[in-house]
């Protein structure tokens, strides 16, 4: 395992401070993969059987040793804090990356039942995977388990959710892959007609499903949105800015796992504690 995430401890290092000190699990992983271009490469394509990202789950683990080391603090669920140890260490060099992954692991402080490799690459088995990723993992399942009409009645929920009005499911063949149509209200003067696409995806969007799904929106909308359980390429996110037509926005799965979290669609949030041993050595 210390040889697998070993390579991630210092991007992370790099992305928290970059990023103010704390960020979330996403921004995370979107700092480190461009830091080391990685984005639309297919290593960020692959997944566990499980339907979650091996690169985020990689990027867990190293947030795990990271805690156990004292370089990232615990105490804030769903978001990522340096400690002062972590705000004033430079960069590690790979010894003593290599020492602090390997002593962590001699003395337990990472849990043995989480100890399994994050990616072996001759057994693609669903390996254990750190506990915020866990219930992610879980809802992309979830969702790529409904069948086509109900992901559809789903997105037109947390379209609605999300201050939408006027949401329909269409889903009518033949109709250039609209799957529904809404209106989403910027004041009450101006408001815009939007067209969604659904699909349940465990591959990438390609860039000429972008073209076709604009293809039926022309004249009809002046944006739309293709929502997808999988992930869009990076030819399929040119097509959707491209200049001169009209704007798509792509919301791929982690994507949707965030609309989720934010709006707890689905989600029953819960509160756990961790020990603050620091507070309890005072009364030693």
């Excluded at 915020?132 to 997105?155: K, V, W």
């Excluded at 609209?178 to 696409?197: C, M, T, Y």
């Excluded at 979290?261 to 819960?270: D, H, M, N, T, V």
């Amino acid at each position: 395992m210390a040889q697998i995430i070993g390579q991630y401890v210092n991007p992370v290092l790099e992305a928290l401070r970059s990023l103010g000190g704390s960020a979330r699990p996403g921004e995370v992983c979107e700092y480190v993969a461009n830091r080391l271009g990685l984005v639309g490469s297919p290593v960020m394509e692959e997944t566990l059987k499980s339907g979650v990202s091996k690169f985020e789950n990689k990027i867990a683990w190293v947030r795990q040793y990271l805690v156990a080391a004292g370089y990232i603090d615990n105490s804030t669920r769903g978001v990522w804090s340096l400690t002062d140890k972590g705000k004033n260490s430079g960069p590690l060099s790979e010894r003593q990356i290599g020492e602090m992954l390997l002593e962590i692991q001699r003395q337990g402080k990472v849990l043995r039942e989480q100890r399994a490799d994050p990616e072996d690459e001759d057994d693609d088995s669903d390996e254990p995977i750190p506990e915020q990723l866990d219930y992610r993992a879980q809802l992309l399942t979830t969702l790529r388990e409904l069948s086509p009409s109900g992901f559809e009645q789903l997105c037109q929920r947390l379209l609605r959710e999300s201050g939408f009005e006027q949401v329909t499911v269409t889903g009518k063949s033949g109709d250039g892959g609209i799957d529904g149509i809404g209106v989403l209200r910027v004041n009450p003067f101006v408001a815009f007609k939007v067209l969604f696409q659904c699909k349940r995806y465990t591959r990438s969007v390609s860039p000429s499903e972008i073209r076709d799904f604009r293809g039926g929106m022309l004249g009809r909308a002046d944006k739309g949105i293709f929502l997808t359980t999988g992930t869009f390429s990076v030819q399929a996110h040119g097509e959707a800015i491209r200049d001169g037509v009209p704007p798509i926005e792509l919301v791929d799965g982690e994507r949707l796992i965030k609309l989720f979290e934010s709006l707890e669609l689905g989600l029953a949030p819960r509160t756990t504690y961790d020990v603050d041993a620091a507070f309890f050595e005072q009364f030693r």
